[in-house]
């Protein structure tokens, strides 16, 4: 009489493979990949639109008002710069 193993699966079933599954055919759902708002900084899963913890909308480009903030500073220290350096020549 034939032996089954642990799980009584055939051998002649479809789905019998007597090494198991390939870790690359293997998806796993328990671990979803997290990542960085780039609002808030708190960890979000990878695949959201929306920030759940401050309702931003998350795209893969830097935030427009970072942007805009490094922007602002750059022209309030060139003019900062400027005014130094035409107030010394005047005196």
Do not use: N
Request: aromatic share 8%; charged share 30%; with cysteine.
């Amino acid at each position: 009489m034939p032996t089954r193993d642990q799980h009584d699966i055939d051998e002649d079933d479809d789905d019998f493979d007597p090494e198991g599954p390939d870790p690359s055919e293997m998806d796993s759902h328990d671990d979803p990949d997290l990542d960085v708002c780039p609002y808030c900084r708190k960890m979000i899963s990878e695949e959201a639109e929306r920030c759940p913890h401050c309702g931003q909308y998350i795209t893969a480009e830097q935030p427009a008002s970072w942007t805009f903030a490094y922007v602002a500073l750059a022209v309030a220290v060139g003019v900062a710069v400027l005014l130094v350096f035409f107030m010394r020549d005047s005196r």
